[in-house]
T-cell receptor, first 113, second 114 residues
Protein backbone atom coordinates (compact mmCIF):
# COMPACT_ATOMS: atom_id res chain seq x y z
CA UNK A 1 0.00 0.00 0.00
CA UNK A 2 1.16 3.48 -0.69
CA UNK A 3 2.00 5.94 2.06
CA UNK A 4 3.53 9.37 2.55
CA UNK A 5 5.77 10.71 5.31
CA UNK A 6 6.39 14.40 5.77
CA UNK A 7 9.46 15.10 7.84
CA UNK A 8 8.85 17.91 10.27
CA UNK A 9 5.39 18.88 11.41
CA UNK A 10 6.51 22.50 11.73
CA UNK A 11 9.06 24.43 9.69
CA UNK A 12 9.98 28.03 10.41
CA UNK A 13 12.03 30.21 8.06
CA UNK A 14 12.80 33.89 7.73
CA UNK A 15 11.25 35.98 5.01
CA UNK A 16 13.49 35.77 1.94
CA UNK A 17 15.07 32.48 3.00
CA UNK A 18 14.88 29.16 1.20
CA UNK A 19 11.84 27.00 1.94
CA UNK A 20 12.35 23.22 1.99
CA UNK A 21 9.50 20.91 2.96
CA UNK A 22 10.32 17.22 2.90
CA UNK A 23 8.15 14.39 1.62
CA UNK A 24 9.01 10.72 1.21
CA UNK A 25 6.64 8.21 -0.29
CA UNK A 26 6.24 4.48 -0.32
CA UNK A 27 4.79 2.82 -3.37
CA UNK A 28 5.41 -0.46 -5.17
CA UNK A 29 4.42 1.04 -8.51
CA UNK A 30 5.20 4.41 -10.10
CA UNK A 31 3.26 6.99 -8.14
CA UNK A 32 1.55 10.22 -8.93
CA UNK A 33 2.58 12.82 -6.35
CA UNK A 34 0.95 16.04 -5.29
CA UNK A 35 1.57 18.99 -3.03
CA UNK A 36 -1.42 20.86 -1.65
CA UNK A 37 -1.49 24.05 0.42
CA UNK A 38 -4.09 24.91 3.03
CA UNK A 39 -4.35 28.51 4.18
CA UNK A 40 -6.00 29.14 7.55
CA UNK A 41 -9.70 28.27 7.56
CA UNK A 42 -9.68 27.36 3.89
CA UNK A 43 -9.78 24.23 1.75
CA UNK A 44 -6.84 22.60 0.03
CA UNK A 45 -5.39 24.10 -3.13
CA UNK A 46 -3.21 22.17 -5.54
CA UNK A 47 0.31 23.59 -5.69
CA UNK A 48 1.85 21.16 -8.15
CA UNK A 49 1.90 17.55 -9.27
CA UNK A 50 4.29 14.96 -10.62
CA UNK A 51 2.91 12.43 -13.05
CA UNK A 52 5.48 11.29 -15.59
CA UNK A 53 8.27 12.90 -17.57
CA UNK A 54 10.28 15.79 -16.20
CA UNK A 55 11.26 15.18 -12.61
CA UNK A 56 11.47 18.85 -11.69
CA UNK A 57 7.95 20.20 -11.46
CA UNK A 58 7.03 23.86 -11.20
CA UNK A 59 3.88 24.98 -9.47
CA UNK A 60 2.07 28.09 -8.45
CA UNK A 61 3.43 30.87 -6.23
CA UNK A 62 7.05 30.11 -7.11
CA UNK A 63 7.12 26.61 -5.62
CA UNK A 64 8.73 23.64 -7.26
CA UNK A 65 9.38 20.02 -6.36
CA UNK A 66 11.76 17.36 -7.59
CA UNK A 67 10.81 13.71 -7.93
CA UNK A 68 13.75 11.49 -6.97
CA UNK A 69 12.92 7.85 -7.50
CA UNK A 70 16.17 6.60 -5.99
CA UNK A 71 15.40 8.45 -2.77
CA UNK A 72 11.60 7.98 -2.96
CA UNK A 73 11.31 11.69 -2.29
CA UNK A 74 9.31 14.62 -3.56
CA UNK A 75 10.55 17.61 -1.59
CA UNK A 76 8.95 21.02 -2.05
CA UNK A 77 11.12 24.12 -2.36
CA UNK A 78 10.86 27.84 -2.89
CA UNK A 79 13.98 30.01 -3.24
CA UNK A 80 12.68 32.98 -1.28
CA UNK A 81 9.92 32.79 1.32
CA UNK A 82 7.20 35.38 1.47
CA UNK A 83 4.96 36.15 4.41
CA UNK A 84 1.97 34.99 2.39
CA UNK A 85 3.47 31.47 2.18
CA UNK A 86 2.56 30.80 5.81
CA UNK A 87 0.17 27.85 5.64
CA UNK A 88 -0.15 24.09 6.09
CA UNK A 89 1.37 22.00 3.30
CA UNK A 90 0.34 18.45 2.44
CA UNK A 91 2.10 15.91 0.29
CA UNK A 92 -0.12 13.22 -1.25
CA UNK A 93 0.36 10.10 -3.34
CA UNK A 94 -1.85 8.19 -5.69
CA UNK A 95 -0.99 5.07 -7.61
CA UNK A 96 -2.35 4.15 -11.00
CA UNK A 97 -5.71 2.47 -10.77
CA UNK A 98 -6.39 3.75 -7.28
CA UNK A 99 -9.16 6.25 -6.78
CA UNK A 100 -7.97 7.83 -3.59
CA UNK A 101 -5.22 10.16 -2.50
CA UNK A 102 -3.20 9.26 0.57
CA UNK A 103 -1.97 12.32 2.45
CA UNK A 104 0.99 12.94 4.66
CA UNK A 105 0.44 14.41 8.09
CA UNK A 106 1.11 17.96 6.93
CA UNK A 107 3.82 20.51 7.63
CA UNK A 108 3.00 23.90 9.06
CA UNK A 109 5.19 26.61 7.51
CA UNK A 110 5.78 29.75 9.54
CA UNK A 111 7.51 32.78 8.05
CA UNK A 112 9.40 35.10 10.38
CA UNK A 113 9.72 38.78 9.45
CA UNK B 1 -18.41 30.75 -9.62
CA UNK B 2 -17.29 28.48 -6.82
CA UNK B 3 -16.12 25.15 -8.23
CA UNK B 4 -16.79 23.08 -5.11
CA UNK B 5 -19.08 24.50 -2.46
CA UNK B 6 -20.12 23.17 0.92
CA UNK B 7 -22.88 24.16 3.29
CA UNK B 8 -22.82 25.00 6.06
CA UNK B 9 -19.35 26.36 6.69
CA UNK B 10 -19.74 26.01 10.45
CA UNK B 11 -21.97 23.60 12.34
CA UNK B 12 -22.27 23.52 16.11
CA UNK B 13 -24.56 20.92 17.63
CA UNK B 14 -25.20 18.77 20.66
CA UNK B 15 -24.23 15.15 21.12
CA UNK B 16 -26.87 12.77 19.90
CA UNK B 17 -28.25 15.06 17.21
CA UNK B 18 -28.46 14.24 13.51
CA UNK B 19 -26.98 16.65 10.99
CA UNK B 20 -26.23 16.90 7.28
CA UNK B 21 -23.51 18.59 5.25
CA UNK B 22 -24.04 19.34 1.59
CA UNK B 23 -21.56 19.51 -1.26
CA UNK B 24 -22.06 20.73 -4.80
CA UNK B 25 -19.63 20.93 -7.69
CA UNK B 26 -19.87 22.60 -11.08
CA UNK B 27 -16.71 21.14 -12.59
CA UNK B 28 -18.47 18.32 -14.38
CA UNK B 29 -16.42 15.73 -12.52
CA UNK B 30 -17.78 12.22 -12.11
CA UNK B 31 -16.24 11.40 -8.75
CA UNK B 32 -16.80 13.05 -5.40
CA UNK B 33 -15.17 12.42 -2.04
CA UNK B 34 -15.56 13.16 1.64
CA UNK B 35 -12.48 13.66 3.76
CA UNK B 36 -12.20 14.20 7.49
CA UNK B 37 -9.50 16.45 8.92
CA UNK B 38 -8.94 15.97 12.62
CA UNK B 39 -7.63 18.42 15.19
CA UNK B 40 -4.05 17.50 14.27
CA UNK B 41 -4.76 18.40 10.64
CA UNK B 42 -4.55 14.79 9.52
CA UNK B 43 -6.62 14.20 6.37
CA UNK B 44 -8.25 10.88 5.76
CA UNK B 45 -10.65 9.79 3.07
CA UNK B 46 -14.06 8.60 4.23
CA UNK B 47 -16.10 7.95 1.10
CA UNK B 48 -15.93 8.19 -2.64
CA UNK B 49 -18.76 8.19 -5.14
CA UNK B 50 -18.44 7.71 -8.87
CA UNK B 51 -21.49 8.49 -10.97
CA UNK B 52 -23.67 8.22 -7.86
CA UNK B 53 -22.22 4.82 -6.95
CA UNK B 54 -20.28 4.25 -3.73
CA UNK B 55 -16.79 3.04 -4.57
CA UNK B 56 -14.78 3.75 -1.42
CA UNK B 57 -15.93 3.32 2.16
CA UNK B 58 -13.01 3.54 4.53
CA UNK B 59 -14.42 1.72 7.56
CA UNK B 60 -16.38 4.72 8.65
CA UNK B 61 -19.02 4.11 11.37
CA UNK B 62 -22.41 3.46 9.88
CA UNK B 63 -23.70 6.56 11.65
CA UNK B 64 -22.23 8.31 8.61
CA UNK B 65 -24.29 7.91 5.47
CA UNK B 66 -23.31 9.62 2.22
CA UNK B 67 -25.89 10.22 -0.46
CA UNK B 68 -25.37 11.29 -4.03
CA UNK B 69 -28.61 12.38 -5.66
CA UNK B 70 -26.78 13.25 -8.87
CA UNK B 71 -23.24 13.64 -10.15
CA UNK B 72 -23.00 17.24 -9.00
CA UNK B 73 -24.00 16.62 -5.38
CA UNK B 74 -22.71 14.54 -2.51
CA UNK B 75 -24.24 14.96 0.92
CA UNK B 76 -23.08 13.56 4.23
CA UNK B 77 -25.62 12.70 6.91
CA UNK B 78 -24.43 11.92 10.41
CA UNK B 79 -26.67 10.28 12.99
CA UNK B 80 -26.26 10.33 16.74
CA UNK B 81 -23.35 12.73 16.73
CA UNK B 82 -20.49 12.04 19.14
CA UNK B 83 -17.78 14.29 20.54
CA UNK B 84 -15.19 12.53 18.40
CA UNK B 85 -17.01 13.58 15.25
CA UNK B 86 -15.80 17.13 15.79
CA UNK B 87 -13.56 17.87 12.82
CA UNK B 88 -13.40 19.69 9.52
CA UNK B 89 -15.08 17.79 6.71
CA UNK B 90 -13.94 18.42 3.18
CA UNK B 91 -15.68 17.54 -0.02
CA UNK B 92 -13.49 16.99 -3.08
CA UNK B 93 -14.07 16.12 -6.72
CA UNK B 94 -12.09 14.53 -9.51
CA UNK B 95 -12.30 12.54 -12.71
CA UNK B 96 -12.09 8.78 -12.21
CA UNK B 97 -10.96 8.31 -15.76
CA UNK B 98 -8.66 11.27 -15.58
CA UNK B 99 -5.05 10.33 -15.98
CA UNK B 100 -3.80 11.84 -12.76
CA UNK B 101 -6.92 12.17 -10.67
CA UNK B 102 -5.93 15.40 -9.00
CA UNK B 103 -8.69 16.39 -6.68
CA UNK B 104 -10.32 19.74 -6.12
CA UNK B 105 -11.41 20.59 -2.61
CA UNK B 106 -14.25 22.56 -1.15
CA UNK B 107 -13.76 25.12 1.63
CA UNK B 108 -14.66 22.68 4.38
CA UNK B 109 -17.32 22.41 7.06
CA UNK B 110 -16.17 22.78 10.65
CA UNK B 111 -18.32 20.54 12.81
CA UNK B 112 -18.25 21.05 16.56
CA UNK B 113 -20.12 18.59 18.75
CA UNK B 114 -20.75 19.78 22.31
Amino acid sequence: AQSVTQLGSHVSVSEGALVLLRCNYSSSVPPYLFWYVQYPNQGLQLLLKYTTGATLVKGINGFEAEFKKSETSFHLTKPSAHMSDAAEYFCAVRVQGAQKLVFGQGTRLTINP
Amino acid sequence: DTAVSQTPKYLVTQMGNDKSIKCEQNLGHDTMYWYKQDSKKFLKIMFSYNNKELIINETVPNRFSPKSPDKAHLNLHINSLELGDSAVYFCATGLAGGRYNEQFFGPGTRLTVL
